[in-house]
């Protein structure tokens, strides 16, 4: 039986959230008795043809052809969705009129841009019309070098109305790691911005944009935003102009495609090896996005979306579907601390945000920071706040409770690129427990599996999905035999999804993750989750941040330091160190106390925020630099320099 704490939120009135009618529906039509959410997440990872059978009309989705077997063949990988079905995900994105606020622009200056439902159409319209008029058609691709701005959103809807593939990478790659994901798309239009600001400096990228051109010898046209004060300078400039193209605005059109047809690609990290092109369904993405925000994030007309994120990150796309169940969705391209670290509270607050999305650093630095927003701010509009990136630690639940609002429900979720959604989340008719995620999402056949591949309950396994999803990739880009996508999900247990987490079950159906399984700390034989350490050292007040990593050095020797960056005006001491054995012994183990805490400038991230744990283990491993990660899918390149020096070239740690 696992022990944990009480729950710090229950539901409340599920009867009127969105999920709780959808459990209506389906008892209604199918007589499956719902008694609560564990029934129907049951019901719907028993009977998934079901299911998304009745997402399909729940919402009302526009698809044609829809057959009588929606899922002929389930066998991973290969499965087969709604096939012989047409589908538009811009269809659906753009479907409601009026004068309702569509988009919420925000830029880091303060400026805002208001978007209403028709005037976001008649904007896709006529970059629709402009892509046209330069040959797009459906398959090709269309590619973004921009921010997670209006434009962004604009260009990514117009594309795929026509049935053609988006895909974007942020400006804070520069030309060579933007062009390491866009260029092997062999795109036929670039829509590149000519910068960006952050932190209050102007990044000016227009070597960059003339750089990517020339890495992509087909190019039918680019379509130049301007964002820096560069107009003299680009006067006699042959590029379409973005403020040129959108003053026609027209009606879109849309062209419905097949069911299992690309949308747009998405790639990972980089950080074992190029960037994998990873391409979701029109079909796919439209159902499960439904699903995610409009049942488990009970999100619809009236409701205002906002998470923090860039075009690099999945969480970008995630947004832009808030469209999909009617919901303002709000873009801040900018840093999330300046001009004061509580900017994101402040967007939420002036734009009446139902739902704010960020990570859990965010939430940790709010904290040291002696933020109080439920204070300072008028939240009254707040219902969810989510988190994802990494896992969410105990006491900031704690804290968002005390100073954000105990009515919040604080919805910790664990899902990735590679289906573009969740795998566990939350609902609101799920109790929030501190430091776990409620429950594997609906349609998700979530386990945790042991060595021997057997599913096990409040212990810790591997994270697998066991029946197939409809957001699971179509294909990867460039792999037309689809080994490399099998090597990725498949080649541990054949037939089963393998993500590379390490979770435990818990005998209520909440889910706790533990951090990466190829990242494992493995004591004298026991498995442990480096997610327990941060949990304890980055409360601390002392601690900025912190790394751990597990160093196999040879068959008998195991290294195992811990990595903090201090917060300003502390150092780290003998007193500290003691401070930190005491309290992972008293907090976590024995276990997870370090052979040694060391003190380093600055821990390396994806440019996502992810630790990066296992370049970091390769390289006091003694593997070169460049064998280890790409600079440019680090956020701070500088911050790897810090660990070559604990390169283990002998068979004993320094």
Request: avoid cysteine; proline fraction near 7%; charge should be negative.
């Given at each position: 039986m696992s022990c944990s704490p009480p729950p710090i939120w229950q539901p409340d009135a599920v009867s009127a959230s969105h999920i709780g009618e959808f459990a209506e529906r389906v008892e209604s039509s199918t007589g499956q008795h719902v008694r609560d959410y564990r029934d129907l997440w049951h019901w719907s990872v028993d009977q998934p043809a079901a299911f998304w059978s009745s997402v399909v009309d729940h919402f009302d989705v526009l698809v044609d052809d829809v057959p009588d077997d929606i899922l002929p063949d389930p066998t991973m990988p290969g499965a087969q969705w709604f096939p012989g079905a047409h589908i538009n995900y811009a269809e659906h994105a753009l479907r409601r009129r009026g004068s309702a606020a569509a988009v919420i622009a925000v830029d880091e200056a303060g400026t805002t841009t208001h978007v209403s439902r028709d005037e976001l159409r008649g904007m896709v319209g006529a970059v629709q019309q402009w892509l046209r008029d330069h040959g797009v058609t459906r398959g090709d691709r269309v590619v973004g070098y921009l921010p997670n701005s209006l434009p962004a959103l604009v260009c990514m809807l117009a594309t795929t109305a026509s049935g053609a593939i988006w895909s974007a990478c942020g400006q804070d790659y520069g030309a060579a790691g933007a062009g390491a994901r866009l260029a092997q798309l062999d795109p036929v239009v670039l829509i590149a911005d000519d910068g960006y600001h952050w932190n209050g400096v102007a990044h000016d990228r227009r070597d960059d944009v003339a750089q990517l051109m020339s890495q992509m010898p087909h190019l039918r046209g680019v379509l130049h935003v301007q964002t820096l004060d560069t107009a003299a300078a680009n006067r006699n400039s042959t590029l379409s102009r973005w403020d040129d193209v959108i003053s026609h605005p027209r009606e879109p059109v849309f062209t419905r495609v097949e069911f299992n047809e690309p949308l747009w690609v998405l790639f990972s990290s980089g950080t074992t090896g190029a960037p994998k092109g990873i391409m979701h369904s029109h079909?796919?993405?439209?159902?499960?996005?439904?699903?995610?925000?409009?049942?488990?994030n009970d999100l619809g007309e009236g409701d205002c979306f906002f998470w923090y994120t860039t075009t690099n990150w999945m969480m970008w796309n995630l947004v832009a579907s808030g469209l999909l169940v009617g919901s303002t969705v709000v873009l801040y391209d900018g840093a999330p601390t300046h001009p004061d670290p509580a900017r994101l509270w402040n967007i939420v607050a002036?734009?009446?945000?139902?739902?704010?999305?960020?990570?859990?650093?965010?939430?940790?630095?709010?904290?040291k920071a002696g933020i109080r927003p439920r204070v300072d701010l008028d939240l009254s509009s707040l219902r969810a706040i989510g988190s994802t990136g990494a896992p969410l630690p105990a006491h900031a639940y704690h804290w968002v409770r005390d100073n954000v609002g105990a009515s919040?429900?604080?919805?910790?979720?664990?899902?990735?690129?590679?289906?573009?959604?969740?795998?566990?989340?939350?609902?609101?008719?799920?109790?929030?427990?501190?430091?776990e995620i409620s429950a594997p999402l609906l349609g998700v056949n979530l386990q945790a599996w042991d060595d021997l591949g057997k599913s096990v309950i409040d212990e810790v396994g591997e994270l697998v999905i066991v029946s197939p999803m409809p957001s699971m990739p179509v294909a990867f880009w460039n792999d037309p035999d689809g080994h490399r996508y099998r090597d990725a999900y498949f080649d541990t247990y054949p037939g089963v999804w393998r993500h590379g987490d390490w979770i435990t079950l818990t005998d209520r159906g909440s889910v706790i993750i533990s951090g990466r399984s190829d990242a494992t700390l493995n004591r004298q034989g026991v498995r442990l989750g480096s997610a327990d350490i941060y949990e304890v050292v980055d409360a601390l007040a002392q601690i900025r941040e912190s790394l751990v990593v597990g160093v196999e050095l040879d068959a008998d020797k195991y290294w195992m330091p811990l990595f903090v960056v201090m917060a300003d005006g502390h150092v780290l001491d003998d007193n500290l160190r003691r401070r930190i054995v005491e309290e992972l012994r008293t907090h976590a183990s024995p276990r997870h106390v370090p052979d040694d805490i060391i003190d380093v400038p600055a821990i390396p991230h994806t440019r996502t925020g992810k630790k990066l744990e296992i370049p970091v283990k390769r390289l006091i491993q003694g593997r070169p630099s460049s064998q280890v990660i790409g600079v440019d899918t680090v956020d701070d390149p500088e911050a790897l320099d810090h660990f070559r020096r604990f390169a283990v070239t002998s068979k004993s740690p320094r």
């Open positions: 079909g796919g993405v439209t159902l499960d996005h439904l699903k995610l925000l409009g049942l488990h002036e734009h009446r945000v139902t739902m704010m999305g960020l990570s859990p650093g965010y939430l940790a630095a709010s904290e919040i429900q604080l919805a910790s979720t664990s899902g990735g690129t590679d289906v573009v959604s969740g795998f566990a989340g939350s609902a609101p008719t799920t109790p929030i427990w501190p430091g």
